[in-house]
């Protein structure tokens, strides 16, 4: 249903359906079109394919490469949010939430599809979001958008300085619905109001759930691979655009034949640090399971579903590959409990996290679903790592196919440090993370 005002799923780019819903709630206000209108729309595409055009350029005149923001890094400096009333019943407990934990001083960045929604979301969340020494500020995108605001746009620093550089925006897909391919014009747009440095565009298809990094290496789900099959079926190319985009050595995440668990790497895997990463596992919540009685207290759900998914142990077993790989790869691989639904509609994870560093203090935004027995395993395993918890309800949200991280896109942080390009192990035994070759599959 990925139309105008639509349930805001975030549907798996290997299986994106085009559908339009005849419900009016979904296909009404078309006015939105009218704010920026369709020459202002064809001057953005312009702009999108000559900073894309002027990338190679730029590098040529020995200009420092961007590299994408760790998930591990500093203070949160700005965040972006997509918001449109129509999404309200699903996204309301996420904002309460998100703007009663978020951290002082951060510049909260919401774009939104009209003018209408942009006063809506200054009635109803511009105090919570605007408090404790937060700035705001809203903008009319004048087109249909997704609540997702990370897949479209990955965030990227310049490695000299640490300050924002052009965010890198994937190549588009036949499948694209007309609000992911808006997407694609967004940060020229918001560049030209003064907000960010712009994009370039990429020759791969690569969404933001399906890259995070921290301070040396940006982790891939292997599913790009087949997703870029069509134009760049030579391995060592694909290799090479990966590098040079994400900026840092890669990891390319699978279970040793290609396989992946989920779509985007963002749900089911975190960095926690250069040596440490959380790997979800279904596995665990079946542990969790055992010998409880269904009248449990630990057990109430407002989602009477998650047990019987979690039953059936879908796709368990990529999992365990893909956590056995990494461990053998040289990495400490910590475990995390996670529900798969079997039709892949939705993911009770808790991967799909915001973190920072703040007051000498490790600090992880955890989305929480109403399941306490797997909320609160959660908080341990993160506590047990050192992390100061803040939960954030997406129990409304997760339904649509995505969680925290999936809604807020990091764009800058502080506490920044250059970013490591060279690709053997350090003297402190970070484990190495040279590009394999993606024919076989291969962790380093």
Known sequence: MDHYHRVPTRRPTRGVRSEQTSNPRFCTKRSCFRTIGPALLALSLLVGFVAAAGAQSHRAAGAAPAAVIPDNGGPLEQIVLHYDPYW?????????????????????????PTEEACGTFYTDWGARAGARGRTLQVISVGRPITLWARDRC?????????????????????????????????????????????????????????????????????????????????PARLESLLRENLGRPVVMVSDGSGRVPWSHLDMYLTPIDD??????????????????????????????????????????????????RLEAAGYR????????????????????????????????????YDIPLLDEEAERVY?????????????????????????????????????????????????????????????P
Request: aromatic share 6%; charged share 20%.
């Open 88 to 112: 309200t019943e699903y996204i309301a407990g996420t904002y309460e939430g998100l703007f009663n934990v978020l951290g002082p001083d951060v510049r909260i960045l919401v774009l939104c």
């Open 154 to 234: 990955i965030a990227r620093i310049d490695v000299r300085t640490g300050l924002p550089a052009p965010s890198l925006i994937p190549a588009s897909l036949s499948e694209y619905t007309y609000d992911k391919r808006n997407e694609l014009l967004l940060p020229n747009l918001i560049a030209r109001r003064g907000g960010r440095p712009g994009a370039v565009r990429c020759a791969l298809h690569l969404e933001g759930g399906n890259v995070v990094a921290n301070s040396s290496r940006a982790f891939v789900g292997a599913n790009v691979v087949a997703e870029n099959a069509d134009w760049c079926p030579d």
């Open 275 to 324: 040596r440490t990463v959380l790997v979800a596992s279904s596995e665990d919540v079946l542990c969790l399971l055992a010998g409880r009685d269904t009248c449990d207290p630990l057990l109430a759900s407002g989602n009477a579903l998650w047990m019987e998914a979690a039953l059936t142990q879908h796709n368990s077993e990529i999992l365990e590959a893909v956590a056995d």
């Open 333 to 368: 691989v910590v475990r995390m409990p996670a529900v798969l639904d079997p039709a892949e509609e939705w993911m009770v994870t808790y991967n799909n996290v915001l973190m920072e560093r703040r007051g000498g203090r490790r600090i992880v935004y955890m989305p929480t």
């Open 383 to 443: 506590r047990r790592l050192g992390f100061t918890v803040q939960r954030v309800d997406v129990s409304g949200v997760y339904s649509c196919g995505g969680a925290l991280r999936c809604m807020v896109n990091v764009a800058s942080r502080g506490g920044w440090r250059p970013v490591p390009m060279r690709s053997t192990a350090p003297d402190n035994g970070t484990p190495t993370a040279e590009v394999h070759p993606l024919s076989t599959g291969r962790l």
